[in-house]
């Protein structure tokens, strides 16, 4: 306003001094008009001058279907080129380095139903470990003892073809180990000079990275889907009550793609794709078991073909304050069973009991309990607070290894 202000000031308007005004205002800003028209007409005359002035004119696009109205004013949008070459690159280089180092497994099961013996297929990824023919996979790609129900019973795999990148050869396979409780499982084919996958770190992935899946999704070998990474450290329960820590990504994970690779923009395997959430309304959550938690059941599949545990050898009931309420008991885990010649029957464990501590840490799930013991050698002693007739006794153990 200031601006104004004064420019209105410094023009001093008089009725009666009309003619001043027209000289000394009026007729040089007409003549000015004139001058720059000419000067600006004859300099789009001259090529160069008119190419150089358009060049340094900012051209704002219209956009599509935009009228002028009477006064010649168009809607105009302002335009920002954003160029996917990287993200591209990055991408095909990815899958050009990881997709060798991925299987396809194919599986065939014995059935066992009202209508006699029959076979069933199923299908599945791995991620191929070692240049002698060492390859990870999901336990429940070769083994189907979550498929059995009361009208059927479906055998161990009873057949399990690899397929290879780039390569028409079907190759036999056999299982050197697998644990249900990690949900993963080693197998073997006979051939040597194969490229392993590059492992990276699980633990420095960052919510938002690029992702991409890698596997055989119903059957389709060698595909790949991108995304990014949506969590970490998730904590999922399955429909069998089973807890898994994992990684959450959107890259599209399918039937098919259990077993097969999670990898990062450095074409590094950081995860084992093993669930996702399907039904109506739900899109884009996967999960993925992180790698470094595989290492080291890995080893032990392949060296013992199982995972060496500490086990105490019961079943417990969570006790809440209600549940302690109700029944008159203490918090804790109660036991409601006690395994024969395990070593909680030997250490006198009963039925009845409820521990409330385990090496001096309160617990009220079984899962904690078997947290602690898990940290734990086979072999070694663990100190366990249980509340029995109404009065608390301390109770050691020997941990033993788990059938």
């Known amino acids: 306003m200031e601006e104004n202000e004064n420019t209105f000031k410094s023009v001093n308007v008089q009725k009666q001094n009309n003619n001043s005004f027209t000289k000394s205002i009026i007729l040089p800003f007409v003549s000015g008009i004139i001058g720059a028209s000419l000067v600006v007409g004859t300099c789009f005359g001259i090529p160069k001058i008119r190419e150089k002035i358009l060049n340094d004119t900012e051209v704002t696009p219209k956009l599509p279907n935009s009228t002028s109205n009477s006064n010649n004013v168009n809607t105009q949008i302002n335009a920002t080129a954003v160029s996917l070459e990287g993200y591209s690159e990055t991408a095909m280089g990815v899958a050009d380095k990881v997709l060798p180092s991925i299987v396809g497994i194919e599986i065939e099961y014995g059935v066992n139903s009202f209508f006699g013996m029959s076979t069933a297929k199923a299908t599945g990824s791995g991620i191929i470990i070692s240049e002698d023919g060492y390859i990870l996979t999901n336990n429940h790609v070769v083994s189907a003892s979550s498929g059995s129900s009361s009208y059927y019973e479906i055998s161990n795999a009873v057949s399990i073809k690899v397929t ?57 070998n060698t595909t790949v889907t991108s995304g ?173 290894e788990q059938p």
């Open 164 to 220: 290879l990148y780039n390569d028409d050869t079907t190759y036999d396979a056999k299982i050197i180990g697998k644990d249900n409780q990690t949900d993963l499982a080693v197998i073997k084919i006979e051939k040597e000079g194969l490229k392993k996958a590059e492992l990276g770190d699980s633990n420095s992935v960052r919510v938002g990275e690029f992702a991409m899946a890698v596997g055989c999704p119903l059957g389709l």
């Open 228 to 400: 990014i990474i949506s969590a970490v450290n998730r904590t999922i329960t399955t429909s069998d009550n089973e807890t898994y820590v994992v990684m959450q990504t959107d890259a599209a994970i399918n039937s098919g793609n259990s077993g097969g690779a999670l990898v990062n923009s450095k074409g590094e395997v950081i995860g084992i794709n093993t669930l996702k959430l399907s039904g109506t309304g739900v899109e884009g959550i996967g999960f993925a078991i992180p790698i470094n938690s595989t290492t080291d059941v890995v080893s032990q599949l392949i060296e013992h073909n199982k995972v060496l545990r500490p086990y105490i050898g019961i079943e417990g009931l969570t006790v809440d304050e209600s549940m302690a309420r109700q029944y008159n008991l203490v918090e804790g885990v109660y036991v409601r069973k006690v395994e024969d010649f395990t070593a909680a029957q030997k250490a006198g464990l009963k039925v009845g009991d409820v521990i409330t501590e385990v090496e001096g840490k309160k617990v009220t799930k079984v899962d904690e309990i078997n947290e602690i013991k898990n940290t734990k050698n086979i072999g070694e002693k663990i100190t366990l607070k249980v509340y029995r007739d109404k009065k608390y006794n301390t109770v050691e153990l020997t941990l033993e």
